[in-house]
């Protein structure tokens, strides 16, 4: 804009309001147009909300459901459970077995006696001790072996309980001094009878120096490492650890029997009902969501509204405004549409089975029917039985009575089933130079070029109404100056007749 603006000082018009009046029909335009990016920007976010549901529904089930390991869910439950618990593989075979737990697992432990000085008195040491304070001065040699490693240790009087700590330490061990209780503790890293361990003198010097650390057999308690068995329909099995990985079945051991404890592996039904259920549970929001979005009423004559129109109103006011705004922005939608009626075809279509053609209906699943159906729900699925579904919970459970009685054709048909609306949404989310990004199912590209376009735009009328707006500044300003010399003019030639 220009610098110093003139207003009607000579002509006494209210040039400011003039020059309004003048720009307001392009400024009119201008707003129009900002309204219109406003406009893009909403529809921009309501497809990127929507395309994030959309794809967390394809990687959350059907990346997984259209392979066969999602449903290779099996349980074993144990006749005893304190006696064992099992995790069931996917290589489990269904049937009942007999487990008998003969030994569990132990790891070699060696608790100390309490150390004593030259003296015979108690207490007071700790691990800078040497062995002269424990009352040995002669030298010595002790082997440590564990296993199946060897380490030798030198006793002097000056090796400290420390240094005999590294040396088991060396060997392999676990190895403390507790100075409250003045003993040393010693014990393999893991369990079962190959890690046990043994530390024995070679000499009689190293005799009295196992005695004066309390890891002699006179004073020690030690727990021998062993091995955990078991007996699983009459094989038995030995293990390091109570744990046994037998045929998919990872068993553990937790206590002995004095007998078999049944254990029964079956399908797990209800993991396979719930998969289908969570399934159908997210895709109906996701259905019903862009069902209402393609039917909302109309908003004609809703515009988005600028920060000098929303002055003007209540917060509730702008708030429910914004709202028909959004709710309607998709309204008969073109891609939304086509995305939901693909979706829709794929459910609806039949799947062969063994020959045999397969519908949503012939496992107890269907849609509740036009005039049942509540609004903008007639394109979602229910499952008869269901008892979280107050249409359909007094229903016969067919899915769950199919599962348990044919698996195989269950697996199969929701398998290819979401195999085809993976390989669908896949399809309508796939890379279009210009137009959309991989994995979108709607032109983020073309949307984002068009709201810069709209910046771009908006920029340049903005321009072109300040310069509008400064050119009749300008003339009104040569008009302002015209007056004023014709003024100065008549008041010269006024002087000369004597006028006053």
Request: aromatic share 8%; glycine share 8%.
């Amino acid at each position: 804009m220009a610098g110093t603006r003139l207003s009607g000082m000579i002509s006494g018009m209210d040039t400011e309001s003039l020059i309004a009046q003048l720009v307001e029909a392009r400024k009119t335009k201008v707003t129009k147009v900002k309204k219109q990016q406003m406009k893009a920007n909403v529809k921009q976010d309501a497809w990127k909300e929507l395309n994030t549901k959309l794809k967390n529904l394809q990687s959350k089930y059907l990346s997984n459901m259209r392979f066969s390991t999602a449903y290779a869910k099996k349980v074993t439950k144990v006749s005893n459970t304190s006696a064992a618990s099992v995790i069931t593989g996917e290589g489990a075979a269904n049937g009942v077995q007999e487990l008998e737990i003969k030994e569990l697992a132990k790891t070699a432990y060696l608790t100390g006696g309490e150390l004593t000085n030259a003296e015979g008195g108690k207490g007071g040491f700790n691990a800078l001790s040497t062995m002269s304070d424990l009352g040995l001065d002669a030298g010595g040699k002790i082997q440590i072996t564990s296993g199946g490693k060897t380490v030798d240790l030198d006793i002097t009087g000056e090796t400290t309980i420390s240094d005999v700590l590294n040396k088991l330490k060396e060997a392999g061990l676990n190895a403390s001094f507790d100075e409250k209780n003045q003993r040393l503790f010693v014990s393999a890293k893991e369990s079962g009878a190959a890690n046990d361990f043994q530390i024995t003198a070679l000499d009689e010097g190293g005799t009295k120096a196992l005695s004066k650390l309390g890891l002699d057999e006179q004073s020690a308690h030690k727990v021998a490492g062993q091995d955990a068995e078991i007996l699983l329909n009459g094989a038995s099995f030995k293990s390091s650890t109570n744990t046994f990985e037998i045929n998919g079945l990872t068993i553990t051991a937790q206590e002995k029997t004095d007998g078999p404890v049944t254990l029964s592996t079956q399908t797990d039904t209800d993991g396979i009902y719930d998969l289908v259920k969570g399934f159908f549970k997210e895709y109906n929001e996701i259905i019903n969501e862009m069902d209402k979005m393609y039917n909302a009423d109309s908003a004609k004559g809703y515009e988005p509204l600028t920060n000098e129109e929303k002055e003007a109103m209540t917060d509730s006011d702008i708030e429910e405004w914004e709202k028909k705004i959004k709710d309607s922005i998709l309204r008969r939608d073109e891609n939304l549409d086509d995305v939901s009626s693909a979706m829709k075809s794929v459910l609806a279509a039949g799947i062969e089975i063994d020959g045999k053609t397969m519908y949503l209906s012939d496992f107890g699943i269907g849609t509740l029917g036009y005039f049942s159906s509540a609004d903008n729900e007639k394109n979602a699925y229910h499952i008869d039985g269901d008892p979280d579904d107050a249409n359909t919970s007094g229903n016969a459970d067919k899915l769950k009575s199919m599962i348990s009685s044919d698996p195989d054709t269950v697996i199969n048909f929701f398998m290819k089933l979401s195999q085809n609306l993976y390989a669908k949404m896949s399809d309508m989310s796939k890379s279009v130079d210009g137009y959309r990004s991989f994995g979108n199912f709607y032109d983020d590209k073309k949307m984002k070029s068009d709201y810069d376009a709209y910046t771009t735009k908006i920029a340049e009328m903005e321009q072109k109404l300040n310069d509008y707006e400064d050119k009749w500044y300008k003339k009104f300003a040569k008009m302002e100056s015209a007056m004023a010399k014709l003024q100065s003019k008549t008041s010269a030639f006024s002087g000369l007749f004597g006028g006053n």
